[in-house]
């Protein structure tokens, strides 16, 4: 399994990270992709990069909840931290707490997709309350290799789809799929499972039955077993091919 986003950088992490690494490698994970948030994380997710080369694997970009007036500084900044990367992360758009600088978290969006647009490199979407800017946006820049994950998807299935027409974008599907109110169940439903890839999102949003705990990456199989159970598979088919479109995207052949 590839865990395709995990803040393993995080302080929650200080005290035991080389157990959890030894606990995700005994569960079944190969990869962790560690995306950037910005500068105040810098440090501590290259030094977790530097302890665990190989598995752990790093995302740069600036996180939309980061944006503010002064967000110029944080984008240069983030600009500098690309050698090395295997993808523009996280990006996006976060509506949730406020939109006071939707304006620029759209500014800062599109620039760093234009990075990867000059680095072929695939995009990790966030994406909160904000459907309609993202999808436009998505429109604005779109070219012919975009890609990415949209990561612990929130919205439709039809707005999946509607991203889906300006690039080729993967369902990052996380520790919510286990919650017993989740809408998610439906909208995975509708989706095929080429277009699904796994992610914890630790330390945030654990899958039951350790909601409201520290999440990490061990419990990718959790979401995997939610996951098979939901589109009726095996967990071993849902762990095959999400593994799969993760590794395609990641490393694999330019999209055509
Ligand atoms: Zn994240």
């Known amino acids: 399994m590839i865990d395709t986003h995990v803040h393993l950088y995080d302080q929650a992490f200080d005290t035991d990270r080389e157990l959890v690494v030894v606990r995700a490698k005994k569960a079944g994970v190969s990869h962790c992709i560690l995306p950037a948030i910005d500068k105040s994380t810098f440090q501590a997710q290259k030094e977790c990069l530097e302890l665990y080369p190989g598995f752990c694997l790093k995302a740069s970009g600036l996180h ?4 503010d007036r002064d967000y110029r500084q944080e984008l240069d900044f983030a600009r ?3 050698e090395g990367a295997i993808a523009i992360g996280e990006v996006g758009l976060d509506a949730y707490w406020s939109r006071e600088y939707m304006d620029e978290q ?13 680095l072929d490199l695939p995009l990790i979407i966030h994406s909160r309350s904000s459907f309609a800017e993202l999808l ?3 429109k604005k820049c779109t070219y012919p290799h975009m890609r990415g994950i949209l990561h612990a998807w929130s919205g439709s299935a039809g707005v999946f789809r509607e991203a889906n027409r300006y690039g080729h974008f993967l369902m990052g599907i996380g520790g919510v799929i286990t ?5 998610l169940a439906g909208v995975v439903k ?29 419990y ?12 009726d598979v095996s967990p071993e088919k849902v762990i095959e091919q999400t593994t799969q479109n993760a590794l395609s995207l990641f490393f694999g052949e330019k999209n055509e």
């Not at 939309?64 to 944006?67: L, M, Q």
């Not at 990718?220 to 589109?231: G, K, T």
């Open 64 to 67: 939309p909840t980061s944006v």
């Open 190 to 218: 509708e989706i095929d499972l080429t277009e699904i890839v796994l992610e914890t999102d630790a330390p945030w949003l654990s899958p039951v039955p350790f909601r409201g705990q520290r999440n990490e990456s061990a």
């Open 106 to 118: 759209i500014l800062v969006l599109e620039e760093q997709i234009q990075w990867a647009r000059e």
């Open 80 to 82: 500098c931290t690309l």
């Open 220 to 231: 990718l199989e959790h979401i995997a077993r939610e996951l098979a159970q939901v589109r």
């Open 179 to 183: 919650y017993r109110n989740a809408r």
């Open 136 to 138: 436009a946006t998505l």
